[in-house]
C-alpha cells in the first residue's frame, strides 16, 4: 500500500470515529437560547475535555507508522501530517456543537442554566478537580464493603447450615 493511500485510510478512520457522534433526533427543535444554555453547561462540566487528545493522538499514530514504513521521508512526513492536524483542528467545535445538542435533548434552557451555574461556582469547581479522587475512594471503599458482606454472609450461612448437616463447628485454629 502507497504511503498516500495509508495516509488517507488513517484519516477516514479518524472521520468515521468522529462521524459516529450523530445529530440527535429532534435537534431542529432547541431554541438558540436553549443550545446556548446546553454549551455553556458542557462547557462548565467539562463535558468534552477527555477528547482534546484524539487529533493529536491520530496524528502522532499516523507519523508513527508513516515513518516506520519510510524512514527516509521523516521531515515530509512530519510537516504533512502537521499542516493536515492543524486543518482538522477547526473541526473540534463540530465536537462540542454535538455535545450542546445531546445535553439540550435532554435537560430543559432552565436546568442546564442551573447545571453552568453550579459547575461554575466554587463547589462545582471543587467538584470537577477533586471528584474523581472521591470516587476512586467510595470505589474502593465499595470494593473492601463487598468482599466483607461476602465473607460474613458466607460465613453467617455456614454455621446455620452446620446443625442442619450434623457438622460440628470448628475452632478458629481449624480443630474441630
Do not use: C
Not at 493529536?56 to 507508522?65: M, Y
Not at 465499595?142 to 458466607?154: F, Y
Amino acid at each position: 500500500m502507497t504511503l498516500a493511500k495509508r495516509a488517507r485510510l488513517a484519516v477516514f478512520a479518524i472521520g468515521v470515529s468522529f462521524a459516529a457522534v450523530s445529530l440527535p433526533a429532534g435537534a431542529q427543535d432547541v431554541s438558540d437560547s436553549h443550545l446556548q444554555a446546553a454549551r455553556a453547561a458542557v462547557d462548565a462540566i467539562e463535558a468534552t475535555t477527555r477528547y482534546d487528545e484524539i487529533l493529536p493522538d491520530a496524528a502522532q499514530r499516523l507519523k508513527s507508522e508513516l515513518i516506520q514504513q519510510n524512514p527516509n521521508m521523516v521531515d515530509v512526513i512530519e510537516s504533512t501530517v502537521n499542516e493536515q492536524a492543524l486543518e482538522l483542528a477547526g473541526r473540534r467545535g463540530d465536537l462540542e456543537t454535538e455535545a450542546a445538542l445531546a445535553y439540550a435533548q435532554v435537560f430543559s434552557e432552565d436546568e442546564l442554566n442551573q447545571i453552568a451555574e453550579f459547575y461554575n461556582s466554587p463547589a462545582g469547581q471543587k467538584l470537577l478537580s477533586d471528584g474523581p479522587i472521591v470516587t476512586r475512594e467510595v470505589r474502593e471503599a465499595a470494593e473492601i464493603w463487598r468482599r466483607g458482606v461476602i465473607r460474613d454472609l458466607s460465613a453467617g450461612v455456614g454455621e446455620k447450615l452446620q446443625p442442619e448437616a450434623g457438622v460440628e463447628p470448628s475452632d478458629e485454629d481449624g480443630e474441630g
